[in-house]
């Protein structure tokens, strides 16, 4: 193994630009950095995200919603160009203090309610419109332990592997090692539990799938970070199979082109027709 063994943290970390693709959104505090109101549509949920892997999840949701016939979930979708801070606006903070994409406002009751965290959405979504979540308790508690193992999870790919993978300034053989033997790790946890079962709850395909489909499902298709040679992803044939099915689903298909610049998708989303 390569060594780096020149580096010693001083006594008190201080802020140095560190280059990689993030270094200037990076910064060690929270809250807003510019007075910015957030943009408000005609529909009650109004989703300010951008087309990444947990802001997907969200517009997946709403086009399965949708699917189902439910009216209620027609949304406006508000890009938040992340590379540029958009998420440290005084708007977005008042709805994520996190400055994460996705956040989201629903308005339909008397006063808008915020809800922040990918897996917070899907589920206040599921309860709303009583869909895509079990309704008896064995396989309600399956799903929800789905996608809490997502949430947690996660951020090991985005986090860890891509970012040393993709986005570091330079390749270290330590951080890639570590978070690849733990993307995999966890690929082969799902490859286990998707041999014995067609979607991650059990028959019923859930919020669990929605929320796990856009890193794992995309890893696995090698749209995600391009790295599913090095990964060896074919040795996860039941996570290949389950994100194959997945993938083809129409509302799937129309979810992952929202809040996407470039040719395959739609910056902003207002109504049906933005995405046919
Ligand atoms: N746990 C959060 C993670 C959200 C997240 O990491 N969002 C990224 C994009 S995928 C982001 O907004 N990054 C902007 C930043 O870090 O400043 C969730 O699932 O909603």
């Not at 060594?3 to 929270?30: C, D, E, L, M």
């Not at 009650?44 to 949708?66: A, H």
């Not at 009583?130 to 996608?147: I, K, Q, S």
Request: aromatic letters at 12%.
């Amino acid at each position: 193994m390569t060594s780096h063994s020149s580096y010693i943290p001083p006594k008190i970390w201080q802020q140095t630009i560190s280059g990689g693709a993030f270094a200037n959104i990076n910064r060690p505090v929270s809250g807003s950095t510019h007075e910015k109101e957030l943009p408000l549509g005609k529909h009650p949920i109004q989703l300010y995200s951008q087309g990444t892997p947990n802001g997907i999840k969200v517009t997946i949701m709403l086009e399965e919603l949708l699917a189902l016939g439910y009216t209620g979930a027609e949304y406006d979708a508000w890009l938040i160009r992340i590379a540029e801070g958009d998420q440290f606006s005084s708007g977005f903070v008042e709805v994520n203090p996190n400055s994460k994409i996705p956040a989201l406002l629903d308005h339909s009751g008397k006063t808008p309610l915020r809800v922040f965290e990918s897996g917070s959405i899907l589920l206040y979504l599921a309860e709303k419109f009583g869909a895509l979540l079990p309704r008896d308790v064995a396989t309600r508690t399956e799903a929800l332990n789905w996608l809490f193992w997502q949430m947690g999870s996660a951020p090991f790919v985005g986090g860890g592997f891509g970012h040393f993978y993709v986005y570091a300034p330079e390749k270290f053989e330590y951080p890639i090692n570590r978070y690849t033997m733990e993307t995999k790790r966890q690929l082969d946890v799902l490859n286990r539990r998707l041999a014995e079962n067609r979607y991650l709850a059990g028959e019923e395909y859930s919020i669990a799938d929605i929320a796990t489909w856009p890193w794992y499902g995309c890893l696995v298709q090698g749209t995600l970070y391009d790295a599913g040679e090095f990964l060896s992803v074919k040795d996860y044939p039941n996570v290949k199979r389950w994100a194959d099915e997945i993938a083809a689903r129409s509302a799937v298909i129309r979810g992952r082109k929202v809040n996407r610049t470039g040719n395959d998708g739609v910056a902003e989303r207002h109504q049906a027709s933005d995405l046919d």
